[in-house]
């Protein structure tokens, strides 16, 4: 009975982990952080090994001890350790999603109902926002991103950009013999592909842009349907920028405005985003080697010869709680060192794309299963460098980063 109750509470934390990314960052960290408890709980009662020579695991146990230390001989290392002492939860989240695949297929229905239920909610919400000015929850839209039931938190994009593939791969892989339901499926995306465009979060509707272009050049079936579901997005799209002005600034105009794109001088994303990797880059130029600690960027910024403002906005300043990069922010809270750990893995996961790209045209045979290119494709935005992001180290994220790679652990490593 312990057994099965132990095991029976993982699938429903990791079934509901959708929702509870919907209900914010807290329910979020203790749904991780409950799976990951009982994953120990479990494998001590029943002497389950941790196989600690899986590529993955090695290498998430010495980037995690490397930012522990790195902390404890920060300058403030009690604020460090609130990023770095406890990310070992994501760890036995892993684990636990991975010993829940082997013990019972099964969690691959209830993820995908729970996906399919969340995107469905917030589809209706989101349109419903768009079109009322207010959602069901009586939050007002301000006529220019769509935030649905995230409310004052402009995530929604992210949120939907970075799981429709977890979805998409779910789909193929519960359903890939089912023409209709992937049809099905497929228009569920094209909806979530039009409401991340109606959020105005332009990292999350190139997320979609990069997503699409990687399923559909390296799946072997259904890559026409989604490529169809995607253009007919970009038709809807293109008529709502037609007759809302204000979605269409955001998203095209106010992209080209800030980025200074159409003159000589380029700025990185927007004049914010390029003061505030300046003044990163100040930092890491002083600390190369080991950064000044997680976290602790933030207080780094505040410190007069980094500080960076702009001539076209005096009042933008380069301090912020972190870089909005990643790979920004591990150069300069783990230095070169931490930096490696992450982007070794990006460069990794680059090397399995191409060396399945060219099975498929050489050898015409798949390297990796059409349902894992799509967990792979969500993992790659999340590691894709050229982008504004969250924080590294943040709880919220943390969640959706390390979702597929449970669904893939014991898989990538035989490649």
């Known amino acids: 009975m312990y057994f099965n109750l132990n095991l029976n ?13 919907i209900a914010g960052p807290a329910p979020t960290d203790i749904a991780v952080s409950l799976t990951g408890i009982l994953f120990i709980i479990y494998s001590i009662k029943y002497k389950r090994k941790i196989n600690f020579f899986n590529k993955f695991v090695l290498l998430f146990v010495i980037f995690y001890f490397y930012i522990v230390l790195r902390s404890l001989f920060s300058e403030n290392f009690l604020l460090s350790f609130e990023s770095s002492l406890f990310y070992f939860r994501y760890l036995f989240f892993i684990l636990s999603i991975d010993l829940v695949v082997s013990k019972n297929s099964k969690i691959y ?7 399919s239920a969340s995107f469905l909610i917030l589809i209706f919400d989101g349109f419903f926002q768009y079109f009322t000015g207010y959602n069901i929850l009586g939050f007002e839209y301000d006529g220019v991103r769509v935030s649905s039931l995230f409310l004052d938190e402009k995530i929604l994009g992210s949120y939907l950009s970075r799981l429709t593939p977890v979805f998409l791969g779910l789909a193929i892989l ?4 089912s023409k209709h339901k992937i049809i099905i499926s497929l228009i569920l995306v094209l909806l979530i592909d039009v409401l991340v465009i109606l959020s105005g979060e332009r990292s999350s509707i190139f997320y979609v842009f990069l997503s699409t272009f990687l399923i559909t050049a390296l799946i072997s079936k259904w890559k026409f349907y989604r490529l169809m579901a995607f253009i007919i997005s970009l038709i809807v799209a293109t008529l709502i920028f037609t007759i809302d002005e204000k979605v269409k600034e955001r998203v095209i105009y106010k992209t080209l405005k800030q980025t200074n794109i159409l003159s000589d001088k380029i700025n990185a994303f927007s004049i914010q985003h390029q003061v505030i990797y300046s003044s990163a880059l100040k930092i890491y130029k002083d ?18 010869k980094y500080n960076t403002y702009t001539i076209e906005d005096g009042s933008v300043d380069g301090c912020q709680s972190h870089p909005h990069n990643s790979y920004i922010q591990l150069l300069v809270e783990t230095g070169i060192f931490g930096f490696a750990f992450v982007f070794m893995f990006f460069l990794y996961v680059n090397y399995l794309f191409i060396k399945h790209f060219l099975n498929m045209i050489i050898k015409k045979k798949n390297l990796i299963p059409d349902h894992q290119i799509c967990f792979y494709a969500a993992i790659y935005i999340s590691l894709w460098p050229l982008a504004p992001t969250g924080s590294f180290f943040n709880n919220w994220l943390g969640a959706i980063y390390f979702l597929p790679l449970g669904l893939i652990l014991n898989k990538f490593v035989k490649l």
């Open 9 to 21: 509470i993982q699938i429903i934390l990791i079934s509901i982990l959708p929702f509870c990314l």
């Open 109 to 115: 229905n209830y993820l995908f109902i729970s996906l």
């Open 287 to 304: 600390y190369p080697l080991f950064g000044i600690g997680p976290k602790l960027f933030r207080e780094k910024c505040k410190e007069v």
């Open 174 to 177: 519960l359903y890939g013999d």
